[in-house]
């Protein structure tokens, strides 16, 4: 059957300037050439949600100084890629003046935060919204100018969250109701929507957003919810690499990768795909593929099915990539008395979670003699104290005799779904590290056996990753 809808999402720099935005109506063009049915969803230019933020956090310290050099960094940014691509002037001018008025908003927002002296993550939600908000009235006036017939629509109408400011859940239910409902009927009139990421909105109309990064996520809901044939997530590089190109040079693009795959490196930190987008589309069996704005004939990585064929490692290929998480402390719960006692990690992790801290890696001892974890470095003095509270009796009683953490360190994962059908991978990995001196402070292994992990010194990181990737055949 010939494919029908496609949901195209582009992220920040795809859209961050005129020539970016240029590259992304062509790809919108040869799209609609081959899908009768495409739904454009869009970031904020590149740099402009961390602006945002960065006012928003400056106004809650009674800082508004700098409001107005955010305000001229924003009008230059949007209205030179307006100048430079909308030829028609009614058109351009009320394009700026749409986006001017959220520019005013944004103004407004920080000036009540700074007099409150506090941003609730409900306020950051309506600063955050503004960069996609913007974002989606300018590609909508480029793609209209280039000819396409398209119309610029917020999410807020139909992606529908809970009140979870922050990190919003969507509502899939209604969320599919009033996607279809009101994205539909503009497609069977041959209209493209253009439609923001990373924002929804709760029952009563409340801005939210899905977290940072959440438009790839955003991509896969509405891409669910149609539900679409393709997603195809447009982004500054060929797709999915082995491993980090600043760190490994000779890092090359996976042609395919497993939904697990790509769920482990999205996990352990490659910064490809927002974790959570993975699910939508696997629930709903659509594909997806993530290629490149800036080099568009190069196929990109296309996500396929934990197909049992795909499971066995290819030409010896059992590593496909290799992946680090930095600033990591490792914390030690540590203690005799804590052989065989029920629910000291349980204890453990409802303090860890009372910090809101999630905690990437965890390994314990058969001897039960002690329990370790990461948690990042930035929440690990908070982490600390929680537990130090949580177990108070049990340090005075000396059942637990020390509760510690490290300096700085890394978890370096590689994945691969072949390694779980061969023996002897976690042998390789190790030997590698030992012969070039990366000295191992801790292991897990996911129950999944797609990936293993470990912990090296910060210092290590690089070297870590160097030789574990040349595990990987070429
Ligand atoms: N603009 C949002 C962010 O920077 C969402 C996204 O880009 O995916 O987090
Ligand atoms: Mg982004």
Request: hydrophobic share 45%; proline share 4%; aromatic share 4%.
């Amino acid at each position: 059957m010939q494919k029908q809808t496609l949901v195209m999402k582009f992220g920040g720099t795809s859209v961050g300037s005129a020539d970016a935005l240029v590259k992304a109506a062509q790809i919108v063009k040869d799209a609609r050439a081959e899908y009768p049915r495409v739904v454009v969803i869009t970031s904020a230019m590149s740099g402009v949600t961390n602006l945002l933020l960065d006012s928003a956090a400056l106004a809650s310290q009674g800082k508004v100084d700098s409001l107005p050099s955010a305000e001229s960094t924003l009008r230059e940014k949007h209205f030179a890629a307006a100048d430079a691509l909308i030829k028609n002037e009614h058109l351009r001018e009320v394009t700026k003046a749409e986006i001017n008025v959220l520019i005013f908003s944004l103004v407004d927002l920080c000036k009540a935060i700074a007099i409150l002296g506090e941003a609730s993550p409900r306020a950051m939600d309506a600063v955050a919204s503004i960069g996609e908000r913007m974002c989606v009235r300018l590609l909508g006036a480029v793609l209209q100018d280039a000819g396409i017939n398209a119309k610029a629509i917020e999410s807020t109408e139909f992606v529908v969250t809970n009140a979870h400011f922050q990190h919003a859940h969507p509502d899939f239910k209604a969320t599919t109701e009033k996607t279809r409902q009101l994205l539909n009927p503009l497609m069977d009139a041959g209209v493209v929507p253009v439609t923001t990421g990373f924002i929804g909105a709760t029952p009563e109309g409340v801005i939210t957003t899905l977290g940072r990064g959440g438009s790839d996520y955003s991509a896969a809901v509405i891409g669910s919810v149609l539900p679409a044939d393709d997603v195809w997530i447009w982004t500054d590089v060929d797709g999915v690499m082995t491993t980090d190109p600043r760190i490994v040079k000779d890092a090359v693009t996976l042609p395919e990768i497993t939904y697990s795959e790509i769920a482990e490196l999205a996990y352990y930190g490659a910064k490809v795909l927002h974790p959570k987008t993975i699910r939508p589309v696997v629930d709903a069996g659509i594909g997806l593929r993530i290629c490149n704005t800036f080099n568009p004939t190069h196929p990109g990585t296309r996500l396929i099915a934990n197909a049992p064929s795909d499971s066995k490692a290819r030409n010896g290929q059992v590593v496909k990539a290799v992946t680090a998480i930095r600033n990591q402390r490792l914390v030690t719960i540590e203690g005799r008395g804590m052989l065989g006692v029920p629910g000291v990690a349980a204890r453990a992790f409802g303090a860890v979670a009372s910090t809101k801290t999630s905690v990437p890696l965890i390994t314990q001892a058969s001897s039960e003699q002690s329990i370790c974890f990461a948690v990042p470095s930035e929440s690990a003095a908070s982490v600390l104290n929680a537990l130090q509270a949580v177990f108070a009796s049990e340090i005075e009683d000396e059942d637990i005799d020390r509760v510690w953490m490290t300096e700085d360190v890394s978890i370096i994962t590689v994945v691969g779904v072949g390694m779980r059908h061969t023996p002897g991978v976690a042998g390789q990995v190790f030997t590698q590290l030992g012969n070039n001196k990366a000295n191992v402070l801790a292991i897990a292994q996911g129950s999944s056996e797609v990936s293993i992990s470990m912990v090296v010194a910060a210092t290590d990181t690089e070297l870590a990753v160097r030789s574990l990737h040349e595990l990987i055949v070429k």
